[in-house]
């Protein structure tokens, strides 16, 4: 009888077929592979510093187009030849134009200011507020048409700039000889920044270097090494870029430059040769190391997993079977003395408890996932959104700076704690405090809405679902207290009951009739209407599911008229173990409770 090759010898053989023929192909394709990389290496090296230089010289041409917009707004124009409302009011002209020149400034992602001079009148507007007034400017002081490098104080300290202008008319080749000069400036700090950017994503120092003058390095550029590098660049004829190699203290240095079109001055980079090769001499050693031991140690593995792995993972595959065909009561009963021990007995725990899931909990967990999502979906209300941003913008125009800070800052918190849903469980002091910034955008918004929150110190650190007050409060002022003409007054206690908290949302709005608020508590706990009252059961849901018998929400009138919602929770977060409801949902923000 013919013997059967085993499975040990089947995975030892085809162990060594894969390795042999990617061991021979290795050692050809390594000594190929090493010189492609190396040229790939530097090319890539050149193209990523051209790239640089091109996003510099594109935001530079982008500033050097401001004076020419500037040139052609007509209140500039008529500014210029003092006609129109600079005829009739000099300073409210000015002022018109200091505008346009802050807005057209602030368009830049660079920091820049722009700059009209009038050197007949003396006259000097600008987008930086230190260079507004008056000026003594010489005659024969030449208009720079192309960027030029220097120093300039304009800020309140001696900084390096580039400066470009345009005169009117165009021909004019001196201040004496135009009618108005158009300047933009911007300091190095903006070519910095960039060199800082594109150091923390390379490896290499890069620098801009002109023979004329000092280099513009990055803020962490090794000046010493900087000045070695163009010490070897200023001996050798540059074209519009390319690369060289340096030897500098024993070690030969990759250098790249490229030159700006915009400036006439080179962006260089240097990277020593050795970082280039070493990863590849090092790969190479590693793959041969990494293949003879992979070899040895597939031999052994092959071995261990026939002996080991192949009748307890039958064993396991028989019981899988078993509960596909619905039968979780079977359990694995087999000892093999290695990890797999622990993985049958963490499988006949599963079963165990999938058994227990779908006969107990699991029909409950989906209903509970259901309601927690449809009312996470819908909490945000875009015109809430809308509404308070209308409210910042005509703020803003009425230049109530005061309101426009609040309504912001109160937004900002809402926002920033509905969308932070890793944390599905706070305290009832978060909870508060994003209820008060939630009272507050709409308090801003109405004039005439007033709260009070009074809630004991002791409950505080009390845990609750993470919005589960600010439905109450929304389905209060929505439906109680925004259609009353005088406004209306919401008021937030709290109370501590036995082993419970309860906290109530009060208002004094229209309330509802006997009939209607029957009809809200029937459908609070009626699954089967799910068009119908959804915000309010969904937060019903949530206590009952997370705290347990006794907890949830309920509904009285309220003394004078008005209702009163009161959530109710265990103390301490006692309570069944249930799943966490809101997890991966929205807040929501159904306010159609009331019908």
Same mark, same amino acid.
């Given at each position: ?44 090296? $050149? ?70 001079? $009038? ?17 003594? &400017? ?21 900084? *390096? ?16 000889? *135009? ?83 915009? !400036? #006439? ?28 031991? $992979? ?7 092959? &071995? ?8 307890? !993972? ?28 622990? $993985? ?39 015109? &809430? ?81 993470? !919005? ?19 406004? #209306? ?10 082993? &419970? ?31 119908? #009252? ?32 009161? !959530? ?28």
């Amino acid at each position: 009888m013919r013997r059967r090759l085993s499975i040990f010898g089947k995975i030892l053989i085809t162990i060594v077929l894969l390795l042999i023929p990617i061991l021979l192909l290795y050692g050809y394709s390594n000594r190929i592979a090493s010189r492609v990389v190396e040229e790939q290496v530097r090319s890539s090296n $050149l193209s990523q510093l051209s790239f640089l230089m091109n996003q510099m010289d594109a935001n530079m041409e982008n500033l050097s187009m401001f004076p020419v917009i500037i040139s052609y707004d007509p209140h500039i124009r008529e500014f210029i030849n003092g006609a129109g409302e600079a005829a009739a009011g000099l300073l409210k002209a000015e002022a018109q134009v200091t505008e346009k020149l802050s807005l057209q400034s602030v368009s830049s992602a660079w920091s820049n200011d722009l700059t009209i001079v $009038l050197p007949a009148g003396r006259k000097m507007l600008s987008s930086n507020i230190y260079l507004n007034g008056s000026g003594e &400017f010489a005659g024969d002081q030449p208009i720079r048409a192309g960027w030029t490098f220097g120093l300039d104080a304009s800020r309140g300290f001696p900084a *390096a700039t580039f400066v470009r202008e345009i005169s009117e008319p165009a021909v004019a080749a001196t201040f004496g000889d *135009a009618d108005a000069v158009f300047q933009i400036r911007f300091p190095v700090q903006n070519l910095s920044g960039m060199l800082d950017a594109y150091k923390k994503e390379n490896k290499g120092d890069p620098f801009l270097y002109h023979p004329d003058y000092e280099l513009i390095p990055s803020s962490t550029t090794s000046e010493a090494m900087a000045e070695r590098v163009v010490g070897g660049l200023a001996g050798s004829p540059l074209q519009k870029a390319g690369q060289l190699t340096q030897r500098i203290e024993g070690q030969n240095y990759l250098v790249h430059y490229v030159k700006s079109g915009q !400036l #006439g001055w080179y962006l260089v980079d240097y990277v020593p040769v050795e970082r280039i090769v070493s990863p590849i001499t090092t790969a190479r050693n590693w793959f041969y190391g990494s293949i003879a031991l $992979l070899l040895a140690m597939g031999v052994v593995a092959s &071995f261990l997993l026939y002996r080991n792995v192949q009748i307890p !993972l039958r064993k396991m595959i028989r019981g899988v079977q078993r509960m596909s065909r619905g039968d979780l009561s079977w359990r694995i009963h087999y000892k093999a003395n290695n990890e797999f021990d622990e $993985l049958i007995a963490h499988y006949n725990e599963m079963a165990g408890q999938i058994q227990l899931l779908i006969e107990d909990v699991y029909t409950e967990k989906l209903r509970a996932r259901e309601a927690t999502l449809k009312q996470l979906q819908s909490q945000i209300n875009p015109h &809430f959104l809308y509404n308070s941003l209308f409210f910042i913008i005509n703020s803003a125009m009425l230049d109530d700076r005061e309101a426009v800070i609040s309504m912001t800052e109160n937004l900002a918190e809402f926002y920033r704690y509905t969308t932070k849903v890793e944390q599905q469980r706070v305290t009832l002091r978060e909870e508060l405090e994003f209820v008060r910034h939630y009272l507050n955008i709409h308090h801003l918004r109405m004039g005439r809405l007033e709260y009070d929150i009074d809630v004991p110190d002791e409950m505080l650190g009390e845990p609750v679902p993470r !919005l589960i007050l600010q439905p109450l409060v929304e389905n209060a002022i929505i439906h109680g207290i925004e259609s009353r003409v005088g406004g #209306g007054k919401l008021v937030i206690s709290g109370r501590q009951d036995g082993k &419970f908290n309860r906290v109530s949302v009060t208002d004094n709005g229209a309330g509802l009739t006997e009939p209607a608020l029957i009809e809200l508590i029937r459908r609070l706990g009626d699954a089967s209407t799910d068009g119908l #009252g959804s915000g309010m059961r969904n937060v019903h849901r949530r206590l009952r599911y997370q705290f347990g018998k006794g907890s949830g929400l309920s509904f009285r009138h309220a003394p004078g008229g008005g209702l009163i919602a009161t !959530l109710t929770w265990a103390s301490g977060g006692d309570g069944p173990d249930r799943p966490n409801l809101t997890e991966g949902g929205e807040p929501d923000g159904s306010a159609s409770d009331r019908g």
